[in-house]
């Protein structure tokens, strides 16, 4: 199995902005739903985006208006645009397909949020 490779996380002030990517040559974005997630130690992962097919998207509730998730069908990239970040959303932020590839998680990316 191909592994999801996410990218993009870093150290960033509350209120600041990150964009996230993800890749997987062996899934073509275009047909499937896809997903970001996010764990931080000792919690399970949760579900922070889905995107279906345009314009159906879902949003954890404390992310909506902040996160857009999105996709590149040339590009074959999904992406995570994540505005005025606070503390709470630091965690590793992972991509996935719904159903999940279960064999196909990343080590994703960290976001860490801190003044």
């Known amino acids: 199995q191909v592994q999801f490779v996410e990218s993009g996380g870093g150290l960033v002030q509350p209120g600041g902005s990150l964009r996230l990517s993800c890749v997987n040559p062996?899934?073509?974005?275009?047909?499937?739903?896809v997903a970001w997630f996010r764990q931080v130690p000792g919690k399970q992962r949760e579900t922070v985006a889905i995107l279906r097919f345009n314009p159906d998207t879902y949003y954890l509730e404390s992310v909506k208006g902040r996160f857009t998730i999105s996709k590149d069908d040339a590009k074959n990239m999904v992406f995570l645009q994540m505005n005025s970040l606070k503390p709470e959303d630091a965690a590793v932020y992972y991509c996935?397909?719904?159903?999940?590839?279960?064999?196909?998680w990343g080590q994703g990316t960290q976001v860490t949020v801190s003044s």
């Open positions: 062996a899934v073509n974005f275009a047909s499937e739903v």
């Open positions: 996935n397909t719904i159903p999940n590839r279960l064999n196909s």
